[in-house]
Structure formats: C-alpha cells, structure tokens
C-alpha cells in the first residue's frame, strides 16, 4: 500500500525539494500554496516524472484558520498522511522595536498557527494507528538571535518549542517528531542577492536530511537537526 507525505507550501525551495524526494521513492503527494498557476505546474512535473504518483495540489492560504480547517478536511477524506511537513513560512526582516504593525500577527499566524492547527487535524487518528512522523520546518534563526529578525525569529523559536512539546507528547504513541533547523539556503526569498550561490546551501540537502531521518528504525528518531552553509551563516 502506498504511503503519502503532506508537505504546506510545497511548489517552491524546501517545501518543493522534499516533495520530489519523496515522490522518488512511490509516496502520494499532498501540497498547498496561495498560487493555484505554481500547484499546477508542480502536479504537471511530478506527473511527468512520477506517473504512478496521487498528486493533491489544493490552493490554500495558511495563514487564516478558516483555509488551514479546509485544507485539513479535504485531506482527511483521502486518508491520514504517513507524514506531515509543517513548511508554510513566510519572512518580512524588521526588528521588534519598529517594525510595521501587523508583522508579529502574519508571520505568527503562518509560521506557527498554521502548523499548530494542522497538526490537531490529523495527530488523533496518528495516535489511533499507532504511526506517523512529523518534520516542523524551524530555522537557525529559532535558535540563535540576530539583528533584523524581528518577528520571524520569535515565530520560529516558538516553533521549535511547540515542537519540542509534540516530541514529549507523541512519545507513547510511536509518532516521531523531528525539527528542522536550516541556515541560509538557496530559495525564492534569496533571489536577487549579490552573494554568490555557492555560498548558500542547497534544498536539496535539506530534503535528503528530511528522508533520511525518516528512514532510521523504530527505536531511533533524530529530534533536531541542524544544517549550516559549509562557510557558516549568512
């Protein structure tokens, strides 16, 4: 039987690494994004590549509840994903003392509410199977203080502690938990920058971190991983 993975904001950088990592290896695919033209792209190239792959590729802004409750419905009348990957995020640099009203409540509200919300939709029927992973999609910034990080690194500290909470619960249950901590990596947001590619890391090294976590026994599970530029943060 087929496993699946759902990963949110899946048609671009990691999100979309992790997908056609996946995909390689026979999982069913569902995904969401706010661009209904860059889902149909993504289920068009991993049609062509994958043809036996289930694509569900459903427009979806996570940043309002009432989108993250439809989204989770519509999955769930598919099934129960083997593994969820909470990637939707969004970034606007500023610091706390100035930056523009309404930055804390957006990149709250889509960097942490929606994987909270998300995660509540599915993890009972997790628990009843006995069976699930869950990757949270943090960042060094969650780990480390920087200047112009503002709101962004408050959401992603408070996105690994979340995390951290689900690992402590989910134990019993056989329901792995794992964050992911990535430094600078090569994706939309960087494009533009006058540093040179080389100096930033790949998504596809995120996503291979991200299978091969998943692919440790039963009796193992790697709680936090991070991955750094070769040179170090940017």
């Given amino acids: ?16 690494a992790i ?6 290896e026979g999982f069913n695919i569902f995904t969401c994004s706010r661009n209904q033209q860059e889902l149909d792209e ?11 792959i289930q694509v569900s590729a459903i427009k979806a802004d996570l940043s309002k509840s009432e989108e993250v409750a439809a989204f989770g419905a519509f999955v769930k009348k598919i099934g129960i994903p083997d593994v969820l990957v909470n990637n939707t995020g969004v970034f606007l640099p500023g610091s706390i003392h100035d930056e523009p009203e309404g930055n804390f ?24 199977r006995k069976s699930g992973y869950i990757f949270s999609m943090g960042s060094i910034a969650g780990t480390t203080a920087y200047p112009n990080g503002g ?6 500290w408070a996105m690994l502690g979340m995390t951290k909470c689900l690992r402590e619960e989910l134990k019993p249950h056989q329901i792995k938990v794992t964050s992911i901590l990535p430094g600078a990596t ?10 040179p590619v080389e100096r930033f890391m790949k998504a596809e090294d995120v ?28």
């Fill in 1 to 16: 039987m087929s496993k699946s993975i759902l990963v949110t904001g899946g048609t671009k950088g990691i999100g979309k």
């Fill in 19 to 24: 997908i056609l990592r996946f995909a390689k």
């Fill in 42 to 52: 993504l289920k068009k190239e991993i049609q062509k590549s994958f043809p036996e």
């Fill in 105 to 128: 409540e957006l990149m709250m509200e889509t960097n942490l509410f929606s994987a909270y919300h998300l995660t509540r939709a599915f993890v009972q029927e997790m628990i009843e």
């Fill in 151 to 156: 709101s962004y690194a408050v959401s992603k």
């Fill in 186 to 195: 090569y994706t939309a947001s960087w494009e533009g920058s006058d540093l």
């Fill in 207 to 234: 996503a291979e971190c991200v299978w091969g976590a998943y692919n440790l026994s039963p009796q193992s599970v790697i709680e936090e991983i991070t991955i750094r530029p070769q040179l170090g943060d940017i």
